[in-house]
């Protein structure tokens, strides 16, 4: 399976960094708030202690399903059998590493130049940590302190030299009040990283799974403009289909096929339910998994009729879904649970923690990304979890806003295909900000002025994201 590399935690037990806390339950926490790698670095303890701890953090982190990398002790790696190592410019030579390990452990390698960076390459390394990017109290004896703009020389020259698809982290004196910016200076024109690697904003935090979770906040929105260019430039996401709220659905199972095969995505929107219409819904959703196309379930009222507890759980058994989305009660009813809603309109009774673990949950027993939307919208996958704080009253009182999310993010799943969670923050920030950006405007004085310039703002979000300007992502939160 594809590393994720977006929030790579490096580790240190040394007390100036670790202080009197554990390092297993600090990595613990760490995962917890949806670090994707991480590192187990030792230099100084003795091969038996260094084997103790990494077979206590390898069992955390398979639960967890991160991969586990050792830095350059490759004996420790092959003794316990983790996913890989890490290799310093003055370590074991890569091809010596790669012999001991076999061809399918991960090998990443330290570069602090382009030189580096391109024979590591040569060499079979499986991704490159670049760096220093800012002096550190963590590591003394760095050697350059390159800057962001270092980070994006050499992710230049990967990129001329035909290694552009090689992950890339960068590291030293990274935290998330700098995490926007080192992503945004270190981006090279066809060459962005992949992530971050940090040791202190995490190991020394006071609370390392808040910290873990800024700072995948941070790596996900930074990659919204991709997301955003990706609808744009995909015409087949443009052609996302909006099943429901059309009573002509009788045809609709023949075509859906045809459909499926364009390209795109379907949103199965339960706005009416009819029992004609469902065995559609069903045939529909059949033909685009088979297609292998994204499916976005908007069980609209799905707790407030038996009728339409009941559909949810015929569209559960027929088939996949990439997202499901829906506020409180729908999803609480998706989920299982039996709760009563009146008509469509939602109430947020749980708090936000309640609801961060109730996403969680549907999207690990569903295996696909949930979205829970509310005043914070809470959006996970199973392993990384995140709120989104944007939006505005005003898209609340306005009927048929959430089947126009529920739209935008299976057109973004679509264009999207390598991380549904990363298309969904997409959709659902995307909308917020824009919202934000309505209720401000002079003339909207409530819900019906409201819409148009809504409409408006995504627009002009598009199109400044397409030339190249994301400013408007300094208001996501
Ligand atoms: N390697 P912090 S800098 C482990 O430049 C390590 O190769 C570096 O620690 C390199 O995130 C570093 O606390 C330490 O600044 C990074
Ligand atoms: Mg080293």
């Known amino acids: ?142 050697k350059s302190i390159i800057g962001p703009s270092g980070v994006a020389d050499i992710l230049a020259a990967l990129d001329a030299a035909g290694h552009s698809s090689i992950p890339a982290v960068c590291i030293g004196g990274v935290n998330a009040s700098n995490a926007s910016a080192v992503l945004a200076g270190s981006a090279s024109p066809h060459k962005a990283l992949d992530g971050l690697a940090v040791v202190s904003a995490i190991i020394a935090a006071a609370d390392p799974a808040a910290a873990s979770r800024d700072l995948l906040a941070k790596v996900i929105t930074a990659k919204i403009p991709d997301v955003v260019a990706a609808v744009v430039q995909n015409f087949a996401a443009n052609v996302a289909l909006c099943v429901g709220a059309s009573p002509i659905m009788s045809n609709y199972a023949q075509e859906a096929a045809d459909l499926a095969r364009l390209g795109g995505a379907l949103v199965l929107n339960m706005g009416t339910v009819t029992p004609e219409g469902l065995n559609n819904y069903a045939q529909a959703l059949k033909a685009y998994n088979q297609a292998r196309r994204p499916v976005v379930l908007d069980p609209v009222g799905a707790g407030a009729t038996s009728v339409r507890r009941e559909a949810v759980q015929t569209l559960l058994a027929s088939g996949t879904f990439a997202v499901i989305k829906g506020n409180q009660s729908e999803i609480q009813t998706v989920h299982g649970a039996s709760v009563t809603q009146r008509g469509v309109d939602s109430s947020s009774s749980l708090t936000v923690p309640q609801r961060a673990q109730l996403v969680r949950s549907l999207a690990r027993r569903r295996r696909c990304v949930v979205l829970l939307t509310g005043p914070t919208d809470l959006i996970s996958d199973g392993r990384r979890t995140l709120r989104v704080d944007n939006g505005h009253g005003y898209l609340g009182m306005v009927t048929g806003t959430g089947c126009t999310l529920g739209t935008t993010v299976s057109a973004m799943a679509a264009a999207y295909e390598q991380d549904a969670l990363v298309a969904t923050v997409a959709g659902t920030v995307m909308f917020g900000v824009a919202a934000e950006m309505a209720a401000k405007r002079d003339h909207v004085r409530g819900p019906g002025s409201f819409v148009p310039a809504f409409l408006d703002e995504l627009f002009g979000i598009r199109k400044a994201t397409m030339q190249g300007d994301s400013t408007w992502l300094a208001l996501a939160k």
């Open 1 to 142: 399976m594809a590393v994720d590399y977006s929030v790579y935690l490096v580790t240190d037990s040394t007390p100036a960094i670790l202080g009197d806390k554990d390092l297993i339950s600090v990595v613990e926490a760490s995962l917890r708030g949806g670090v994707t790698v991480v590192q187990y670095r030792d230099k100084h303890s003795a091969k038996e202690d260094v084997v103790a701890v990494a077979k206590k953090l390898h069992q955390l982190t398979q639960s967890y399903g991160v991969p586990l990398l050792i830095n350059d002790r490759v004996d420790v790696a092959v003794e316990i059998g983790c996913e890989g190592v890490h290799i310093g410019q003055d370590d074991m030579e890569i091809q010596q590493a790669r012999k001991l390990l076999g061809p399918n452990k991960i090998i990443g390698v330290t570069a602090s130049s382009k030189e580096e960076a391109i024979s590591a390459c040569q060499a079979g390394a499986d991704y490159l940590g670049l760096g220093t990017v800012y002096s550190t109290a963590t590591k003394k004896d760095t």
